[in-house]
């Protein structure tokens, strides 16, 4: 009989339509089965020995709450016996899309088993699952946005170590990193398989992106980064499986039923004995031909837009091109952030990497691309490269273009009768929250309240000495010694210059919107020790 090995996770959900999203332990037929009649089944499809299905579920009534269950070969799965959590339910948006409840963070490493001690602290995630499953009729997010490191291939639990060592040893490179899509998946069962996060995930909706811990630490920093690991030897290997994993785990329930519909490799994946060599081939022309693949995507919920950006694999490398965004990319978010303008209330803009930093790291990150591209010279180019990979300077900022062209976009979008009301930047992996507001020179700015909001980490941990250098970054000091880098780089003043409205806050936390119609309210919410989530601020963005 098949087994639910990982899930469900409920990833897509409009007001008639969702996806549920499950592993099992052999080939069989997923079905959900909702209360109130609606359902959906899919066979499972393989990679790498795994056996997954993505269900889409049809004929759900807007506005509307029903538990649902997973069948296995019509043998009930989920929810298992004797569970502690409230029914699985899916929620779909009212037609007219009047309030929608955005919560987002990134990076979350594994929490460790079961009685040991938690070094980073309390789960952000364990912390509202909690609260959701104590009140089920209570207020919930529509959609959970997890910004990028959702898993840690570099940096492994004690638990996962072992398991690496007992099957390859860690003599050899990588050493106590996983190694090809097997290790991966051992990754995803830690972190999705707590029971907190298992039922969240559940019955939360979610939109999912990477950043560099999701394939390395500092992923495409540069094109001299590149070629180092190119040429080492287990780099393919990780990489190719890296990106294999994330379509599966991630990529796929982050597209709605209709793109699914329309993906010519998800359908060949299907259809396929075994789909593991044409997501291989996929994977290799990702990594060889980036343009060639979109990992960014569009969702709408009612009168708010997501634009969720990939910021890592879609970045062009060289240096006298140097752009976060391939053309391509490029075109798309002007294309989907234009489309139907006036028709939406609010924009939202996923990527992993804050477009607004402290002052002085922005400033040390553009004199660092300025001297990399050799406006002083070989040798500081040389010195400038060191930098980078040392310091992780390689935000926006560290694409100074493609900084200024996401001003102009956001300021075309947000100014006149069609502007929304707000375009909030949601971004995580600095590992502590702030907000931000940048303003255009001579009051040319947009009408629309347009903010940088900065939520990191779920649940990791920054370092004292980081948590001073982060305060530092946004003071007077900090600002003058910027301009000096500035100076000594050459660099031309940014298109927009910003200011800190919130924070810095540390620990492990969640941001949420509730956005209703042309009004936004921001809270912020800690996890505390004891389990709960404690307000550390609320305010509104849209007065």
Not at 55 to 63: A, C, N, Q, R, S
Not at 163 to 184: C, H, M, N, S, T
Not at 397 to 421: C, H, N, W
Not at 511 to 526: D, G, P
Request: charged content about 25%.
């Amino acid at each position: 009989m098949a087994e639910l090995r990982l899930g469900p996770l409920l990833r897509y959900a409009d007001g008639s339509t969702a996806t549920v999203w499950v592993e099992a332990s052999r080939p069989c037929t997923a079905e959900v089965r909702c209360a109130d009649g609606a359902g959906g089944r899919a066979p499972t499809f393989q990679v790498a020995g795994h056996h997954y299905a993505l269900i889409e579920v049809g004929g759900l009534t807007p506005g509307t709450e029903t538990a649902y269950e997973v069948f296995l070969d019509d043998a009930p799965v989920w929810p298992p016996p004797g569970s502690r959590f409230p029914p699985s339910r899916i929620r779909t948006l009212a037609d007219d899309g009047d309030e929608v409840r955005v919560a987002f963070g990134s990076c979350r490493w594994a929490a460790p088993p079961a009685g040991g001690k938690d070094p980073v602290g309390p789960d952000a995630l364990d912390s509202l699952a909690t609260r959701l499953a104590a009140d089920p009729t209570g207020e919930r997010p529509d959609v959970l946005l997890l910004l990028g490191d959702q898993v840690y291939a570099d940096e492994v639990s004690d638990a996962t170590k072992e398991k690496i060592a007992a099957r390859r040893g860690l003599d050899d490179a990588p050493g106590a990193e996983v190694a090809d899509f097997e290790e991966y998946t051992w990754l995803y069962y830690e972190s999705w398989l707590d029971p907190e996060v298992r039922w969240l995930l559940s019955t939360v909706p979610t939109c999912m992106v990477f950043d560099d811990h999701d394939i390395i630490d500092d992923w495409n920093t540069s094109a001299s980064w590149l070629a180092d690991m190119r040429a080492t030897p287990w780099w393919r290997e990780r990489l190719l499986s890296g990106l294999m994993s994330y379509w599966v785990h991630q990529h796929l329930g982050n597209l709605t039923p209709a793109e699914l519909a329309a993906d010519p490799l998800y359908a060949a994946v299907r259809e396929a004995a075994d789909g593991t060599d044409l997501l291989r081939d996929f994977a290799g022309r990702a990594d060889t031909d980036p343009e060639s693949v979109r990992w960014s995507y569009r969702r709408d919920f009612g009168r708010v837009r997501l634009l969720m950006v990939d910021s890592r694999a879609a970045r062009v490398l060289d240096e006298d091109e140097r752009s976060m965004l391939d053309p391509g990319e490029r075109t798309w978010l002007r294309e989907q952030a234009l489309d139907g303008l006036g028709s939406y209330d609010h924009l939202l803009i996923g990527t992993s990497l804050p477009w607004l930093l402290p002052h002085l790291v922005h400033d040390a990150e553009e004199w660092d691309a300025a001297l990399c591209r050799g406006e002083r010279g070989a040798r500081w180019a040389r010195f400038g490269e060191k930098l980078r990979r040392g310091a992780d300077l390689e935000h926006w900022a560290a694409f100074p273009q493609s900084f200024a062209a996401l001003a102009d976009l956001i300021a075309e979008v947000g100014t006149g009768t069609r502007a929304p009301a707000s375009v909030l930047v949601l971004s995580g992996d600095v590992h502590h929250a702030y907000a931000a507001e940048p303003h255009w020179p001579d009051g040319t700015g947009p009408d629309a309240r347009v903010l940088q909001l900065t939520c990191s980490p779920v649940h990791n941990s920054v370092p004292p000495s980081i948590r001073v250098g982060f305060r530092f970054g946004w003071s007077g000091v900090a600002r003058a010694l910027g301009r000096r880098l500035r100076r000594h780089g050459r660099c031309p003043q940014p298109p927009v210059s910003w200011r800190r409205t919130g924070g810095p806050w540390f620990g492990n936390q969640l941001m949420s919107l509730t956005l209703r119609r042309r009004s936004a309210r921001l809270l912020l919410e800690r996890a505390r020790a004891d389990g709960r989530l404690a307000t550390v601020t609320e305010t509104d963005l849209t007065p």
